[in-house]
Every structure is written in structure tokens, then in C-alpha cells.
């Protein structure tokens, strides 16, 4: 088959489709031949070689896809060859075919094209997993969203406002944060030329929000503690501004706040189906019912991966680029 091969660890243009070995699947697993796969930005940091691979999960990028079933171990019983799906994946999305654990595989929604529900799968399980499961909002709690117009992000207005949350978001332009507000964002907050902290406080009556998801992490923490309600949580995904922070942490003794990190890929196959489960009981209903819509910003075919990849580092981008085998 063809797949993305990252030639050295660099730039873009280190990106380009070889002919490999097709993946073998084990017996718990499920063959997926692939109609679309989703950039993450991890893919962006996996290529200049600073976020490897877990033990055991494919060598190629690719941590999401849609496509169909062409053949299923002996041990799976739920999934047929022939039946379109899209799929959780710890790597191996940017080839023609992938091998997947069944638990990590759900139907593609009612009403969603095979291509756009390659969009959905990595922002769901995140999004659910870490600001429901573990941060547990609940509706008519505040949730502020960094990086409102990113692929995480542009899911994550949706699915929470649709669980009855009022929703502030943070972007770097007018223009995302007009979609943002098109998505059904409440507060929206340009970051390049606003104090989040003093907006938020001023939109709440000086209290807070409830929850964060943030992506930029040590450049924000101290702002983050600051701009929580009591008994609020942060949640960071991600590390675009860097690791390493000083912080006061008065504030979370005398407000209760927790502050908790996660990230998917590492979790155990267990751990990834028991999200993927809760996924498709609680968002699937809702992309069904057309409340929570894909945001693809743009294709590329497989071969132009490097494209797609200069796109996603220029951050002009709003929701999720794919890419077509
Ligand atoms: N923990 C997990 O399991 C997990 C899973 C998936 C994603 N993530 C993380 O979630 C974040 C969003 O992922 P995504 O795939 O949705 O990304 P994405 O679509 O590329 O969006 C990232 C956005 O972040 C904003 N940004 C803020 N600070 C930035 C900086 N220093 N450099 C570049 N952009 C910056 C940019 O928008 P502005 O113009 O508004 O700045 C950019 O569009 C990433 O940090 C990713 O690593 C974590």
C-alpha cells in the first residue's frame, strides 16, 4: 500500500508517499482501508521527531480516519467487511489501509459523509473525555475554550452548548472569532488585543468560569488559576506555549480549583474503547441530530501531506484539514 513516510525528522517537505508492507491485523482487530484521515497538530510535532509513536502503534502519522471495512480478525464480532466506519487510531491514518482495535472503530454518524466523519473521531474522544468525563460539566456551567477555532476547539463549542453550557472562547482573529460565534459561542475574546482574564472576570460578574481546556499551557497557568470560578478546573491538552512556568498557587487553596492534564494516545486500548463507547452514546445523537456539524476547512490529496502540513503550522486554518488517499 501507499503510505506518508516521514523520510528524516524536519520540516514538511520531509513528507512523502512510499510504497510499504500492508498492516497485518491481530485477532482483536479490524482492517480499515482508508477514505479520509485528519491532521492533528500532534502530527506536526510527531514529524520534526519530538513525539514519538507509543510501543507497538504504527511508525506512520495519522490518528483518526473514515473508510471501510475490508477484513476483521477472528475475535470481532461487532463489525462486517463492507461497513463504513471511522476510527480511533495511535497512528498509521496517513496510508491506504490501517489495522485498528474494534474497540477503538464506531459506525460513521446518520447524516455525515464518509469523508467528513474522518473529522470527528481524535476531537470527540478528547473533547468528552477530558471536559465531560473528568472535568464533569455540567449545563449552565461556564466553559472557556483556548483555541476556539482549532479542530479541538470548533468541536468543543458544539458539543458544549449543546450540553447546556455558556461557552467563551479565546482566537488570534477577528475572522475565527466569528465563526466561533457562527458555532454558538457566547464570549469571544481576541487574545492578540484583550486581557482574557479581565473579560472573563467581567462577563461573569467577577467570578469565574467553571471549566478550561487549554492548549497553550505554561504561558497561560497563572492566567488560567486567575480566571476560574470556585471549584473550578483546568484541563490543558496541549503545550503550544511551552512546559515550563512560575506560578502563585494561593488562589487554588482559597477557590478549590484542580488542575488535571491528559492525553489520548498512550492510553491503554482499554482505556481508548471505554471513551470510544461513551463517544458514540454521547456525541453520535448529537451529530445525528445535525447539532454538532463537521468543520473541514480544506482537503488534500495524500500525496500534497506536506501542504497540509504547512497549512496547519500557519494557523490560517479553522476546524480540520483532511487528507485523501
Ligand atoms: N491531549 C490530547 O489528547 C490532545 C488531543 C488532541 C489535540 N490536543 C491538543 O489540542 C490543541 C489543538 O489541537 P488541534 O489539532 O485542534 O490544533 P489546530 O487545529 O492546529 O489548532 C491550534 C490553534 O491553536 C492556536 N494557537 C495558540 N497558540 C499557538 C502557538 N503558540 N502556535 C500555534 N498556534 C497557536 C492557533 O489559533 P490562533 O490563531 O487562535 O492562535 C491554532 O489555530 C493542540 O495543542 C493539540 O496538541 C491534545
Request: hydrophobic share 40%.
Given at each position: 500500500?501507499?503510505?506518508?513516510?516521514?523520510t528524516?525528522?524536519?520540516?514538511?517537505?520531509?513528507?512523502?508517499?512510499?510504497?510499504?508492507?500492508?498492516?497485518?491485523?491481530g485477532?482483536?482487530?479490524?482492517?480499515?482501508?482508508?477514505?479520509?484521515?485528519?491532521?492533528?497538530?500532534?502530527?506536526?510535532l510527531?514529524r520534526?521527531?519530538?513525539?514519538?509513536?507509543?510501543?507497538?502503534a504504527?511508525?506512520?502519522?495519522?490518528?483518526?480516519?473514515?473508510?471501510?471495512?475490508?477484513?476483521?480478525g477472528?475475535?470481532?464480532?461487532?463489525?462486517?467487511?463492507?461497513?463504513?466506519?471511522?476510527?480511533?487510531?495511535?497512528?498509521?491514518?496517513?496510508?491506504?489501509?490501517?489495522?485498528?482495535?474494534?474497540?477503538?472503530?464506531?459506525?460513521?454518524?446518520?447524516?455525515?459523509?464518509?469523508?467528513?466523519?474522518?473529522?470527528?473521531?481524535?476531537v470527540?474522544?478528547?473533547?468528552?473525555?477530558?471536559?465531560?468525563?473528568?472535568?464533569?460539566?455540567?449545563?449552565?456551567?461556564?466553559?472557556?475554550?483556548?483555541?476556539g477555532?482549532?479542530?479541538?476547539?470548533?468541536f468543543?463549542?458544539?458539543?458544549?452548548?449543546h450540553?447546556?453550557?455558556?461557552?467563551?472562547?479565546?482566537?488570534?482573529?477577528?475572522?475565527?472569532?466569528?465563526f466561533?460565534?457562527?458555532?454558538?459561542?457566547?464570549?469571544?475574546?481576541?487574545?492578540?488585543?484583550?486581557?482574557?482574564?479581565?473579560?472573563v472576570?467581567?462577563e461573569?460578574?467577577?467570578?469565574?468560569?467553571?471549566?478550561?481546556?487549554?492548549?497553550?499551557?505554561?504561558?497561560?497557568?497563572?492566567?488560567?488559576?486567575?480566571?476560574?470560578?470556585?471549584?473550578?478546573?483546568?484541563?490543558?491538552?496541549?503545550?503550544?506555549?511551552?512546559?515550563?512556568?512560575e506560578?502563585?498557587?494561593?488562589?487554588?487553596?482559597?477557590?478549590?480549583?484542580?488542575?488535571?492534564a491528559?492525553g489520548?494516545?498512550?492510553?491503554?486500548?482499554?482505556?481508548?474503547?471505554?471513551i470510544?463507547?461513551?463517544?458514540?452514546?454521547?456525541?453520535?445523537?448529537?451529530?445525528?441530530?445535525?447539532?454538532?456539524?463537521?468543520?473541514?476547512?480544506?482537503?488534500?490529496?495524500?500525496?500534497?501531506?506536506?501542504?497540509?502540513?504547512?497549512?496547519?503550522?500557519?494557523?490560517?486554518?479553522?476546524g480540520?484539514?483532511?487528507?485523501?488517499?
Amino acid at each position: 500500500m501507499k503510505a506518508v513516510v516521514i523520510t528524516s525528522p524536519g520540516g514538511p517537505e520531509v513528507l512523502q508517499v512510499q510504497e510499504v508492507e500492508n498492516p497485518r491485523i491481530g485477532d482483536d482487530e479490524v482492517l480499515i482501508k482508508i477514505g479520509a484521515t485528519a491532521l492533528n497538530r500532534a502530527d506536526t510535532l510527531q514529524r520534526k521527531g519530538s513525539y514519538p509513536p507509543p510501543e507497538g502503534a504504527s511508525p506512520y502519522l495519522g490518528l483518526e480516519c473514515a473508510g471501510t471495512v475490508e477484513s476483521v480478525g477472528k475475535n470481532v464480532t461487532r463489525w462486517r467487511v463492507g461497513d463504513e466506519v471511522c476510527a480511533l487510531l495511535s497512528g498509521g491514518g496517513y496510508a491506504e489501509k490501517v489495522a485498528v482495535p474494534a474497540g477503538q472503530v464506531l459506525p460513521v454518524p446518520r447524516g455525515i459523509s464518509l469523508i467528513e466523519a474522518a473529522s470527528f473521531p481524535e476531537v470527540a474522544c478528547t473533547v468528552w473525555s477530558t471536559v465531560f468525563m473528568m472535568s464533569r460539566l455540567s449545563a449552565g456551567e461556564t466553559l472557556l475554550i483556548h483555541g476556539g477555532s482549532s479542530g479541538i476547539g470548533t468541536f468543543a463549542i458544539q458539543i458544549a452548548k449543546h450540553q447546556g453550557a455558556r461557552v467563551f472562547v479565546t482566537a488570534g482573529s477577528q475572522e475565527k472569532l466569528t465563526f466561533c460565534k457562527g458555532l454558538g459561542a457566547d464570549v469571544c475574546i481576541n487574545y492578540k488585543t484583550e486581557d482574557f482574564v479581565a473579560r472573563v472576570k467581567e462577563e461573569t460578574g467577577g467570578k469565574g468560569v467553571d471549566v478550561i481546556l487549554d492548549n497553550v499551557g505554561g504561558p497561560y497557568f497563572q492566567r488560567n488559576l486567575n480566571s476560574l470560578n470556585v471549584n473550578g478546573r483546568l484541563f490543558i491538552i496541549g503545550f503550544q506555549g511551552g512546559t515550563v512556568t512560575e506560578a502563585n498557587l494561593g488562589c487554588m487553596l482559597a477557590r478549590r480549583l484542580t488542575v488535571q492534564a491528559a492525553g489520548l494516545r498512550t492510553r491503554s486500548p482499554e482505556n481508548k474503547a471505554l471513551i470510544v463507547s461513551e463517544v458514540e452514546k454521547n456525541v453520535w445523537p448529537a451529530i445525528a441530530a445535525g447539532k454538532v456539524k463537521p468543520v473541514v476547512y480544506k482537503s488534500f490529496p495524500l500525496y500534497e501531506a506536506a501542504e497540509a502540513h504547512r497549512l496547519m503550522e500557519s494557523s490560517n486554518h479553522i476546524g480540520k484539514i483532511l487528507l485523501i488517499p
